[in-house]
Structures are given as structure tokens and as C-alpha cells.
């Protein structure tokens, strides 16, 4: 059984900084990518970032030159740095691994999201 755990989510105020982490667990053979989304009260879930194995990313119009993913696949953990929150920032982010190779298969995997408020 794979497991994604979030964390570092929290309050912050307008133009502060925070980094979320994602780690995957369990047995693994590989990922093929890790993004994060998002989704604020009364809205869709909207793709964040994403972490292509190979090094390809991409990010959100909303978010680009202010957040950066990152990752440690010997850890199969993912960072997102957070940089010049706002407050339309707020929303749960959730961790997705993408292509999980392990005995079950090939699977995506979705974490149980952390709250990013931004507010002051």
C-alpha cells in the first residue's frame, strides 16, 4: 500500500513564504511524477505544479515566478516552495504521485491535503 503524507502547511501572511513537503511510502518500484493541486472552498481542484521524472516541470498561470517544485526521488518526496503568498493563495493543497510502479500495478495516489491560509 502506498501512502503520500503531507506537511508544512499553515497560516501565513500576504508576501510570507512557505514550504510544503510530500512523501511517498511504502513499496515502490518507481514514479513517473509528483505535482500538487489545489482546491479552495466553492472551487475546482487546480494543478499547482508538477514534477516530471527527467526533470520536466510545469506550473499554474496563477503561480509561476512565485512557487517552485522540487523533488528527492532516492526519498520519493516533493517539495513545493511557496514564495509571495497572497491571499487567493488560501486552499487545501494536496500531494499526487503519478504513475506508481509497485506490486499492484501502475497507479496515481492522492495525499489527504494540508490548509495553506494566507491571511493577516
Known amino acids: 500500500q502506498v501512502q503520500l503524507v503531507e506537511s508544512g502547511g499553515g497560516l501565513v501572511q500576504p508576501g510570507g513564504s512557505l514550504r510544503l513537503s510530500c512523501a511517498a511510502s511504502g513499496t515502490i518500484f518507481s514514479i513517473n511524477g509528483m505535482a500538487w493541486y489545489r482546491q479552495a472552498p466553492g472551487k475546482q481542484r487546480e494543478l499547482v505544479a508538477v514534477?516530471?521524472?527527467?526533470?520536466?516541470?510545469n506550473y499554474g498561470d496563477s503561480v509561476k515566478g512565485r512557487f517552485t517544485i522540487s523533488g528527492d526521488n532516492a526519498k520519493n518526496t516533493v517539495y513545493l516552495q511557496m514564495n509571495s503568498l497572497k491571499p487567493e493563495d488560501t486552499a487545501v493543497y494536496y500531494c499526487?504521485?503519478?504513475?506508481?510502479?509497485?506490486?499492484?500495478?501502475?497507479?496515481?495516489?492522492w495525499g489527504q491535503g494540508t490548509q495553506v491560509t494566507v491571511s493577516s
Open positions: 514534477s516530471i521524472r527527467g526533470g520536466s516541470t
Open positions: 499526487n504521485a503519478l504513475g506508481v510502479h509497485n506490486w499492484e500495478g501502475i497507479m496515481d495516489y
